[in-house]
């Protein structure tokens, strides 16, 4: 993308997306690092943007008090150092601007930047005082603009830690910053400066509690947090001019906070995931960017787990079509062969089924149910079929035009009656046998050369009898005897044709039962990594809620680090029943989809041995003859 545009137009305070927008990040494959900038307006955020995606110029700058970026704008770039990976800079509008008076819709903006994100740069100016971090209060309003979870028995209950686990970093960026990072005389980091200004109070009463409040919001929904103090970058007079200035002409110092700003979001910004960990694309980007947009203009509140939800199914059809397209593709080889052998047709059947079920896997998440696996296995059963038959059909093809044109002389033989003389019935007999034996010397018939030459054959029983009869030089029970050995060939031919129908049946057997095997060891392979994103997700989030604690015991806050200790117990059993929950419905999944693939089995076993006992009846008439 050579230039930003605008992802999420704000219009008179209404909220729209921008298609051309959604539909180049409905075209990126990639995987996504999303870094969105926030803060008061004309604090110089579009500077840090740009500075991000290594451009001078990109992001409107503006040299007034007017505010110039207007909803969200986008600029996706290839990531220094992330191999695969898009880096999306979300520029949004400025908090607080005066000439909008709206500060819901401030709220808004503030809450999609906080949902797209995977690491969020609030920028302020000045220092971080009570007053920067009372500007910050939209933090304070976050349960009530977004939802993690469309229902729950205690909405109250563990909202920290649910908004921890898909909140983004944070990152703190002070601008013209000019006082000494010192405290009671001892210098100490942009870092440390922060979290002294996120201390709590101690005490009770309104005071404190407005006081506090910010600050507790802060701790616990981000609970990853770095701070950046900038030196002004020139003086004031330059500030006007400074999308144009060369970057010798900044400050020093300036270009020093810059460059370490600039690697330590290169290299410590996460991919972009949803809750269960799942990794983001900049198309499944568009989708949720669509679905938050399309909430919030009609007036209700974002929630994670349905925007997540509607996402996957979007997704997962996706992935459907994906893996079709791939079993499609990797049958393209062999369909230009047809006909084939049933072993070759089968063996790219299985390795093709095979990759296109990883492709599916690949892409696929929260298929909970396995709705959409069901259905790729559907659309890949349904196209084999198809092209199984279109196999045997230009096998029944090619046999025919073999066999007529094999039999065109003998044909003509027989209209110029030259069988119908004594002799002619053996005469006949060993032009028919040289046909039967030419035939079988033709390689590549495919998968209905016996069935069609059993049919050529019957055609011919009742031409042949008639020759038979007529030959006035065998005598009738010559006559009897040519007749039992023609009844036995047609028998044997039907063994044959019988036999070799069998074998393809057991070949769809053993490839459904390979095919299968397959599908449930991927399922549970999926499964057991997708627990364990889980859990690592849900661990992280852990880590640093035990971190708080550890905290607010060592400031003295022991009432507060005592209730978090006890919400912590709570978030571990709670965690743990829902690990428990889930794996039991896995295991359902898996248990349900055994048990109908047993039961398609034991349906084309059924089918064989029907096919087996028709067959068999042959076998004693053979005997007998």
Known sequence: ?????????????????????????????????????????????????NKLAQRKRGFALGATIQSKTKGIWMWCVPHPEKTDHTLVLLDTEGLGDVEKGDSKNDAWIFSL?????????????????????????????????????????????????QFMQFFPNFVWTVRDFTLQLEINDREITPDQYLENSLQLKK????????????????????????CFVFPSP?????????????????????????????????????????IGGHTLTGEMLGHLVTTYVDTIAKGNVPCLENAVLAMAKIENQAAVDEGLAVYQKGMEDVKVLFPVDINQLSENHLRSETQATQAFMKRSFKDENGEFLKALVGAIS???????????????????????????????????????????????CNHHDNIVAQYRAEPNKGVRAEEVLEQFLKGKSAESNSIL?????????????????????????????????????????????????????????????????????????????????????????????????????????????????????????????????????????????????????????????
């Open 1 to 49: 993308m050579d230039s930003p545009m605008c992802l999420v137009k704000n219009t008179d305070g209404e909220l729209c997306v921008e298609p051309e927008a959604i539909d180049y990040l409905m075209g990126l494959k990639q995987k996504v690092v999303v870094v969105a900038v926030v803060g008061l307006y004309r604090t110089g955020k579009s500077y840090l943007m």
């Open 113 to 161: 930047a906080i949902l797209l994100s995977s690491t969020l740069v609030y920028n302020s100016r000045g220092t971080i005082n009570n007053d920067a971090v009372e500007k910050l209060q939209y933090v304070n309003e976050l349960t009530e603009m977004i939802k993690v979870k469309s229902s729950t028995d205690n909405e109250e209950e563990g909202e920290g830690t």
């Open 203 to 226: 005490g009770t009463g309104k005071k404190i509690n407005d006081y506090n409040l910010p600050r507790e919001c802060i701790r616990n929904f981000f609970p990853s947090r770095k």
């Open 234 to 274: 020139t003086t004031p007079d330059n500030m006007k001019r400074l999308d144009s200035m060369d970057e010798a002409e900044l400050s020093e110092s300036f270009r020093e906070v810059a460059d370490t700003f600039c690697r330590f979001i290169f290299q410590e910004s996460r991919t972009k995931t949803v």
């Open 382 to 428: 349904n196209h084999s079929a198809d092209l199984f038959k279109q196999n045997k059909d230009a096998s029944e093809k090619k046999c025919k035009a073999l066999l007529e044109n094999l039999s065109a002389p003998m044909d003509q033989e027989m209209k110029e009656g030259r069988y119908a003389t004594p002799g002619g019935y053996e005469l006949y």
């Open 469 to 625: 009869q007529a030959d006035k030089k065998l005598t009738e029970n010559e006559k009897k005897i040519q007749a039992e050995k023609k009844k036995t060939a047609e028998l044997e031919q039907e063994k044959a044709a019988s036999k070799e129908q069998q074998a393809e049946m057991e070949r769809k057997i053993e490839n459904m039962g390979r095919g299968q095997e397959k599908y449930l060891k991927e399922m549970e392979e999926k499964m057991e990594k997708e627990r364990k994103q889980q859990q690592q997700e849900f661990n992280r989030t852990l880590d640093h809620r035990m971190q708080e604690q550890k905290d607010l015991l060592e400031k003295g806050h022991k009432e507060k680090a005592e209730l978090m200790r006890q919400e912590i117990e709570e978030i571990k059993k709670k965690n743990q029943l829902e690990r428990d929950a889930n794996t039991q419905n896995q295991k359902a999944l898996l248990n349900d989809c055994k048990r109908q693939a047993e039961k398609h089995k034991r349906k084309m076993h059924a089918l064989m041995g029907k096919r087996n006992n028709r067959s068999h009846v042959c076998e004693p008439l053979c005997t007998l003859l």
